[in-house]
């Protein structure tokens, strides 16, 4: 992930005031998200990507979790992930690093690995090893949840990109116009959507025996996959 990623999460405000007006769907994801977790055993959870763990934090109150990892390159969001983590009852770790570095060095086992919005920052060779580090990171029987952008089949980057960008400058009216062109250049610069097929050709590749979609809009998609 490139240095400009991680200056723009430090403005943590402007991704804060996203998830506040719930432009990128984030309740809707973490419905599902908490649905899943609710019909599952989960003791070690790995959170990639967590941001200010505002959503999970609240989805995890009355879980029986006991180990919770939250890895994130904003240093302002993690400073809030431990205050939204306050009242949960488990051993927890924050961790500022870069989340391919993390998984490909962490010792531990996982139930449950989540990554939310943070994997179209990487290339296609970055997603395919990440996707080999979690299958290592994971115990058998595991879930990889993945909340991200995806395009459609028939849609190149530059066309889902041009359509998100279209649609977050008619919708996102919070924002201001200094906001708004710092998003769209991280958006032109930082993102890489690929499409279902990709991400399922990856995971089979790297040993992943299902694929499911639990949430579905025209942006956004949320994965489980299962070893």
Known sequence: MSKQIKEFFNQWNIYKKVIKHNYMFHIEIFQKLQYFLNQHQHQNLLDLGCGDAYHIARILKNSHITNYYGIDL?????????QNFATINCDKQFIQTNLIDFIATQQAKFDIIIAGYSIHHLTLTEKDNFFAQATIALKPGGSLLIYDLVR???????????????????????????????????IYNNDYPETFAIFN?????????????LYKDDFYELYRFSL
């Open 152 to 186: 459609c089949e028939d849609e190149t980057q530059s066309d889902y990109l041009d359509r998100w960008w279209k649609y977050c400058l008619n919708n996102w009216k919070a924002m201001t116009s200094e906001e708004l062109s710092l998003i769209k250049y991280h």
């Open 74 to 82: 904003s240093e302002i969001a993690l400073q809030e992930a431990q």
């Open 201 to 213: 050709k990856i995971a089979i590749k790297q040993q992943y025996k299902k694929v499911e979609s």
